[in-house]
């Protein structure tokens, strides 16, 4: 404790000021532990899936895991990883072609071409439908837009690609609207009137001015909203399937990277064997998948970041 | 007023606006003449942008502004609902205070207003660049950095880029707000030179601060003050012979 000499010759004790002290000095020291906490966390799921992975692939060769043909529970089983790869890809692709086109809209009319009144309203219904649970997504794709679709494409399978993919879509329109639209709600305002100045319409403005502005921040919109796409799992899970044929056809059933993870660690592969090896080989691909996708979403953003000052 | 104006360009007729409640221009008349320079000075806050603003209708962009009575430009009301606004604004070009070049490169900035009112052509284009960037006295210093990006320029090139960026569209008015006051007393001259020259082919509407520079360039000054035009001359006689008593004392620096 501090004591001082005040000209009276009293002793203060001021303990406030040696706790801040201590505090300042500890402070910094708690704050990184939290921050190594999800770097440790991080750390840890790459040793466990490598780990396990590692004994997978020690098994099973490359030209295996790298062929279509899928057959884990078969006497002589074979993990092919593509048809997994496949589904993910399509149905994270499907989900994309709405999530992109609309919820850039959805940005663009929020951000250039209504009131601030109007945004403040609608915005933060946007932004709700990001927080509905997956699972009730799945269900809605499975039990509502799949028989819908089916009147539309009768050799519509029950379980398929495309309705999960469209609904998919819709969970993901809110991330790709509402980062878009920060995006460009951050361009600053004096570039607009210049661009109104020189005789712009609203969609040249929109269009050739803001959008440029802030392509960095629309591409981590994208980008995030494939990470999003490509880890889903409940949709589906519910409404694609399990079929691990290799096949290009949207109607029917396939099975994603996620789907097929949910399928064994609900119980069908014993553990120790290969099958159950096999889980951890899919989940540090779906890990490698996702970290790629972030990486090239940063490396974009900082690109753009330097073109745009 | 004390001498005839004549070929004049723009004139407002009790022109009026409020922002919501409160009233910004109170029942402005203002002839302004052709290819001259027109300064606008006043006390902060008296309502020059905002005056400046309604002759190319950018203050349609504000939420909630009521305009009343009328602007005529080259005798048409631009307040007209016929009014096409784009290429109103295309025939009224606009320097702001601070620079606003766009995130691109000098040529695509140069090219953006070209561009958008439909000209494609790469040596129609080619051309306009360079010569509104020799117009703009900006020609010498970028001619071999037209593809860097507008933002690696210096403020007073970047001001020069954006009069070069408002001459592409080959305005017949130029509205300035300030569009000095960030800028160091080199570029600033050179950008007050530009004024005089083009002066010969353009109407220039300029707001400043710097008396001096009202003086040194304009031929016609109006002082506003809380919305309204207290006096408008020559602005050889107004520096001179303030007939007006606020007037002098904003000129003298006793006011604002
Ligand atoms: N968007 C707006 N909404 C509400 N009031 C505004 C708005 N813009 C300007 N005003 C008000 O209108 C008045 C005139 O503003 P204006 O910007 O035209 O002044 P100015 O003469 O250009 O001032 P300065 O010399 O500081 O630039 C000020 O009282 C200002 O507060
Ligand atoms: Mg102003």
Redesign the pocket.
């Known amino acids: 404790m501090a004591i001082l000499h005040t000209s009276t010759g009293k002793h203060h004790r001021i303990p406030s000021v040696t706790r801040g002290r201590k505090l300042d000095r500890l402070m910094p020291l708690v704050l990184l532990v939290a921050s190594m906490v999800p770097i440790l966390t991080t750390f840890g799921i790459v040793i466990t899936l490598a780990a396990d992975a590692w004994r997978f692939f020690a098994v099973v060769p490359l030209s295996e895991v790298f062929s279509t043909e899928l057959a884990p529970l078969r006497a002589e089983p074979s993990f092919g990883i593509l048809p997994l790869v496949n589904g993910t890809v399509l149905t994270s692709l499907i989900a994309m072609l709405v999530a992109i086109p609309v919820g850039l809209g959805t940005a663009l009319y929020l951000s250039e071409f209504t009131s601030n009144r109007v945004r403040k309203i609608i915005k933060p219904i946007i932004e709700v439908i990001a927080g509905v649970p997956t699972i009730v997504y799945g269900y809605f794709a499975y039990s509502f837009v799949t028989p819908l679709l089916i009147k539309l494409l009768p050799g519509l399978g029950a379980k398929n690609v495309l309705s999960p993919g469209l609904v998919m879509g819709v969970m993901i329109i809110p991330i790709v609207a509402s980062l878009s639209e920060d995006a460009m709600n951050a361009v600053q305002g004096s570039l607009r009137e210049g661009a109104y100045a020189l005789g712009s319409t609203r969609f040249e403005v929109a269009g050739k001015v803001v959008m440029p502005a802030a392509m960095s921040g629309i591409i981590a919109s994208f980008v995030l909203g494939i990470s999003r796409a490509v880890g889903e799992t409940m949709i589906v899970s519910i409404a694609s399937g399990s079929s691990k044929r290799f096949s290009f056809d949207i109607t029917q059933s396939m099975q994603t990277m996620t789907g097929y993870i949910v399928e064994f660690t609900s119980g069908d592969a014993a553990s120790g064997t290969t099958g159950y090896y096999s889980l951890y080989a899919v989940g540090l691909l779906l890990f490698i998948f996702t970290l790629i996708l972030n990486l090239v979403s940063q490396a974009i953003t900082r690109r753009f970041r330097l073109r745009a000052g | 007023m004390a001498d005839k104006l004549q070929n004049i360009q723009i004139r407002t007729e009790a022109l009026s606006?409020h922002?919501?409640a409160?009233q910004?221009?109170k029942e402005v008349d203002l002839d302004i003449p052709a290819r001259r320079i027109t300064a606008?000075i006043?006390?902060?806050?008296?309502?020059?942008?905002?005056?400046?603003?309604t002759l190319n209708r950018m203050?349609d962009l504000?939420e909630?502004?009521r305009v009343s009575g009328k602007v005529l430009i080259d005798g048409e009301d631009i307040y007209d609902p016929a009014v096409d606004v784009p290429l109103l604004r295309k025939k009224i070009g606009m320097v702001f205070?601070k620079p606003n070049p766009f995130p691109m490169t000098v040529y695509d900035n140069i090219a953006y207003g070209p561009r958008i009112h439909g000209i494609r052509n790469r040596r129609d284009l080619d051309e306009i660049v360079v010569r509104s960037l020799k117009d703009a006295a900006l020609w010498p210093e970028v001619k071999d950095r037209l593809k860097t990006n507008a933002l690696d320029l210096s403020g007073g090139q970047q001001q020069r880029l954006c009069i070069a960026r408002a001459l592409a569209v080959e305005p017949e008015i130029l509205l300035l707000?300030?569009s000095t006051s960030a800028l160091d007393p080199a570029s600033t001259s050179k950008i007050e030179d530009l004024m005089t020259q083009l002066k010969a082919r353009y109407t220039i509407v300029m707001?400043t601060?710097n008396m001096q520079q009202a003086a040194r360039i304009s031929d016609w000054t109006a002082v506003?003050m809380l919305?309204e035009v207290i006096e408008y001359n020559r602005t050889g006689q107004l520096f001179n012979q303030p007939r007006e008593q606020q007037t002098e004392a904003y000129l003298t620096g006793r006011f604002g």
């Open positions: 606006l922002y919501g409160f910004a221009l606008l006043g006390p902060s806050g008296c309502g020059k942008s905002t005056f400046l603003k203050n504000i909630g502004v205070q707000d300030e707001v601060h506003f919305g």
